[in-house]
């Protein structure tokens, strides 16, 4: 049963705590409210203020689960806070672990720092998060997906449009590198895991993924550099630094040019078509 009095207190409290700097917003030259104003939670939790208001006036429906999540999220909530969030409005809490995809408020920080910079936070199967402004300037928008397509691996093996932002010669590396990561996932998540899954999805669609698949290939890593062609403004070769979140198996990946370089000076070039096209 919903705690309406609890859940209200819970989020007012919540939202008073942070500051706009907190989340990646501006603070603007004539701020009072304390912490975060109702239509600012409203737009990080992707939904109307209206709404958000009413769950802290004590009114409205019982939150669904998707909405409890997006709300956590948006709130930058440590999964404690989260799941004492699902319980105030009468839902149990998801499942921790690997498979969770609350983004712990550490990473999110680190990520809402990050607007002048590709970036993305994606799960241990490849599936995109969040990016940064610069991030869907650089590979698009990867969080539209739905279904096994959230992960790039699967789409490597699906869509011949997934490997148009990547250098042709990069290609064969990454075919093994996909089927070889899928494998290590599948033995260490087990029969019936969502890597499991999608590895017996791939081996009845793509008969390149089998043809790799059956090499039985293990420890192939990323390339710390990676060769990119932009549709806009061409090659680029970009460092790929990697922080990973051990207790929830999400890596925050960072995109760089060498300062003075060629593709430096292309990521500048993309700054400003990725602001023109968010405007």
């Not at 699967?154 to 590198?177: C, G, N, S, V």
């Not at 499991?196 to 420890?219: K, T």
Request: hydrophobic share 35%; glycine share 8%.
């Amino acid at each position: 049963m919903i705690d309406r009095t609890g859940l209200a207190e819970f989020l007012r409290n919540r939202r008073e705590a942070l500051q706009p700097e907190d989340v990646g917003l501006p603070r603007g030259p004539r701020r009072r409210t304390n912490g975060l104003r109702r239509e600012e939670v409203a737009m990080l939790c992707h939904m109307s203020a209206d709404y958000y208001s009413r769950l802290e006036r004590e009114r409205g429906p019982q939150p669904s689960q998707m909405m409890l999540a997006s709300i956590a999220q948006g709130l930058h909530m440590s999964l404690d806070e989260r799941d004492h969030l699902f319980r105030l409005a009468g839902h149990n809490p998801p499942a921790r672990g690997a498979s969770t995809e609350h983004i712990s408020p550490g990473l999110l920080r680190v990520l809402d720092r990050l607007n002048d910079t590709p970036a993305e936070i994606v799960t241990e199967l490849g599936e995109t998060l969040r990016q940064s402004p610069m991030g869907v300037a650089l590979t698009g928008d990867t969080t539209k997906y739905t279904g096994p397509a959230r992960s790039t691996g699967y789409r490597w093996f699906t869509d011949p449009a997934a490997r148009q932002i990547y250098a042709p010669e990069e290609h064969p590396f990454l075919t093994r590198m996909y089927a070889s990561g899928l494998r290590e996932l599948v033995t260490l998540r087990g029969p019936g895991s969502r890597a499991a899954d999608l590895a017996d999805l791939l081996l009845d669609c793509s008969e390149e993924f089998r043809r790799v698949w059956n090499d039985h290939e293990i420890g192939i890593r990323p390339h710390d550099v990676k060769h990119f062609n932009h549709p806009e403004v061409g090659a680029l070769e970009l460092t790929c630094q990697r922080l990973v979140d051990p207790g929830q198996a999400h890596s925050l990946l960072v995109y760089t040019a060498t300062p003075g370089s060629e593709s430096y000076e292309k990521l500048q070039v993309l700054s400003v078509i990725g602001a023109q096209t968010l405007r």
